[in-house]
């Protein structure tokens, strides 16, 4: 089965950093892009991230764009994604998603999420 | 980036009722046009693909349609498992974005 599993989150204050992980199972990792969703709390899904297969193309949101850096690590299974300068807003329940297929979206494939919350 | 606009915001309605839910991007994005399933503290579930191509596992009773600026996710006999918010996503141009989200609540 498809596997992926966030970790690294928790509570950091504002202009802090944290580094997620994400790690997969289930599938030939170094065939893939993975993506990193965010959800704010009691808010809808926003796109942040993607890295594709081989580290070639990397994508960012606006909204992290210049703070947050997103790479992998094929032998280890993993993704990652820094996250600098963090601000309030960015408090989120992170996942990251696979798409479905050899595609970079839409996700058929998710995380349980990781909880971010900035806060002094 | 090109906006998506869910409507309603929130629908009520009964098991076996029937229930539509649009979505409208800001410009046109084709047919790549997905549509999820979230449950509370529940990552979302791919429901729709390609506007109108169900996703492995999904019940029949779920429906998709529409190309261009106007799509439409059907629900036919509603379950209960069926509650929760629903999100379309448009992957026709970077950044992927998403709708605010119809939330299904039982009457």
């Known amino acids: 089965d498809v596997q992926l599993v966030e970790s690294g989150g928790g509570l950091v204050q504002p202009g802090g950093s944290l580094r997620l992980s994400c790690v997969v199972s289930g599938f030939n990792f170094r065939s893939y892009g993975i993506n990193w969703v965010r959800q704010a709390p009691g808010k809808g899904l926003e796109w942040a991230s993607y890295?594709?297969?081989?580290?070639?193309?990397?994508f960012y949101a606006d909204s992290v764009k210049g703070r947050f850096t997103i790479s992998r690590d094929d032998a280890k299974n993993s993704v990652y994604l820094q996250m600098n300068s963090l601000r309030a807003d960015d408090t989120a329940v992170y996942y990251c998603a696979r798409g479905r297929g050899a595609a970079a979206h839409p996700y058929a494939h998710w995380g349980q999420g990781i909880l971010v919350t900035v806060s002094s | 980036d090109i906006q998506m606009t869910q409507f309603p915001s929130s629908v009520s309605a009964s098991v076996g009722e029937r229930v539509t839910i649009s979505c409208r991007a800001s410009q046109g994005v084709g047919s790549w046009l997905a549509w999820y399933q979230q449950k509370p503290e529940k990552a979302p579930q791919l429901l729709i693909y390609?506007?109108?191509n169900l996703e492995t596992g999904v019940p029949s009773r779920f429906t998709g349609s529409g190309s261009g600026t106007n799509f439409t996710l059907i629900i036919n006999s509603l379950q209960p498992e069926d509650f929760g918010i629903y999100y379309c996503?448009?992957?026709?141009?970077?950044?992927?974005?998403f709708g605010q989200g119809t939330r299904l609540e039982m009457k």
């Open positions: 390609a506007a109108s």
């Open positions: 996503q448009q992957t026709n141009n970077f950044p992927p974005t």
């Open positions: 890295i594709s297969r081989g580290s070639s193309t990397i």
